[in-house]
């Protein structure tokens, strides 16, 4: 692709047709499936929060990046949290919780990492496209997001590209999750705010 091309303009109406297009094609695909995640579902993973002595979050690659934003909000609430992989989580046991993303429900990782946590008596609550996977097997409480898992390219669930569906709408969950425990919380924005970072 040349940069004259791009920096035309012909180019740039045509980047901004596709842009267009696009926003719109993100838009839908979100809403479709998002309207698709079973509120009870969700309902028995938050009893799983609020019940946890403890809270670790895993999952690899993109997935692995939106439940750290999951964390950092639930941190914000109050609650004692952990990212798995970090040198500062400790070793999880039994009154924990371990919540896991991966969307085929088979990454080697986090399955790993919920079978150990399930040994120590810790509970696992999950995301995934697959009530069939080993890491809904291990899990007590089970979100399925009907999205195309990322190794599947032939899905007419999405146009979109390995798996960016499922980590859109596993962002828009946990941060609904969040909003829901912070209406039961009913703490002002400033209480949260005292446990916002303040080494940046």
């Not at 839908?28 to 698709?36: G, H, K, N, T």
């Not at 798996?163 to 949260?192: C, K, R, Y």
């Amino acid at each position: 692709m040349s940069v004259i091309a791009e920096t035309s303009p012909a180019g740039l109406a045509g980047t901004s047709k596709a842009f267009e297009r696009n926003r719109t094609l993100v838009q839908d695909e979100i809403r479709a499936v998002f309207q698709r995640v079973d509120p009870a579902q969700v309902a028995a993973l938050v009893t799983e929060l609020r019940l946890a002595d403890r809270i670790f979050v895993t999952g690899a690659g993109r997935s692995g990046l939106v439940l750290k934003m999951a964390a950092m909000r639930l941190m914000h609430l109050g609650l004692t949290v952990h990212v798995v992989g970090e040198t500062t989580a400790p070793a999880v046991r039994a009154g924990d919780l371990l919540l896991a993303a991966s969307g085929s429900g088979t990454t080697a990782g986090v399955v790993k990492a919920a079978e150990t946590a399930a040994a120590q008596g810790a509970r696992v609550a999950a995301y995934t496209t697959s009530s069939g996977s080993p890491l809904a097997a291990i899990a007590a409480a089970v979100v399925l997001i009907p999205a195309a898992h990322k190794t599947d390219h032939t899905s007419a669930v999405s146009q979109q590209y390995s798996g960016s569906l499922f980590e859109q709408v596993l962002f828009t969950t946990t941060e609904a999750v969040f909003q829901s425990l912070w209406d039961e919380d009913a703490s002002a924005p400033e209480d949260l705010w005292q446990r916002h970072a303040n080494l940046e």
